[in-house]
């Protein structure tokens, strides 16, 4: 079947733009028979409209032309285009009743959000200074204040007067030695 249907163009086809669509119609398939009168007449009209489809194809082409050449004049490149297309769609987008009702949710939700965090920080806040309030932590507070103090005292003049009399720098501490005694050293006897 696909052999005999090869060499001949179905009747219920469409032609192809640019295609002689007069040349292409042979008999009609329908059971009712056209008079010959009527059937030129059909020819002549469907020429004519091919004619009009590839004169206003021509047209388009030559707008289409005309309008690249503006638009090259007036420095519009296409990545502005894309620019004003996006800018045109995101203002459409933010104006959109969806787009202002899920905003103002999300602006009550991070206003909630906000205040809830406040009052944790608040309560948080309170709970540590109650902590440090206790009898507790203040002794806790002085007992590290003393070791603090221990640790790292500043010293003072008498203090620094009464520890270059006992010793020497880098020295063992002097053994005080009864008077008229002496230090003998063992390695001699």
């Keep these: 079947m696909e052999e005999s249907d090869q060499g001949t163009q179905r009747p219920d086809s469409i032609p192809e733009v640019g295609e002689d669509a007069v040349t292409t119609v042979e008999q009609p398939v329908s059971s009712t028979a ?69 905003s103002e949710t999300l602006s009550q939700a991070g206003q909630k959000a906000t205040a809830a965090f406040s009052s944790v920080g608040s309560a948080i806040s309170r709970k540590l200074e109650d902590v440090r309030n206790t009898p507790t932590f203040k002794s806790f507070e002085e007992k590290v204040d003393n070791l603090k103090t221990k640790m790292s005292p500043t010293p003072s003049t008498s203090e620094l007067g009464d520890v270059s009399k006992n010793s020497t720098p880098n020295a063992e501490p002097a053994v005080e030695q009864p008077e008229g005694t002496t230090l003998q050293d063992p390695e001699l006897h």
């Design 34 to 102: 056209l008079t010959e009168e009527e059937q030129e007449e059909l020819r002549n009209e469907l020429a004519k409209v091919e004619e009009e489809i590839q004169t206003l194809s021509q047209v388009l082409a030559s707008k289409e032309k005309q309008v690249a050449e503006i638009k090259r004049k007036l420095g519009i490149t296409p990545l502005n285009e894309l620019r004003q297309n996006l800018s045109k769609s995101w203002q459409e987008v933010t104006t959109s009743p969806a787009y202002r009702r899920t």
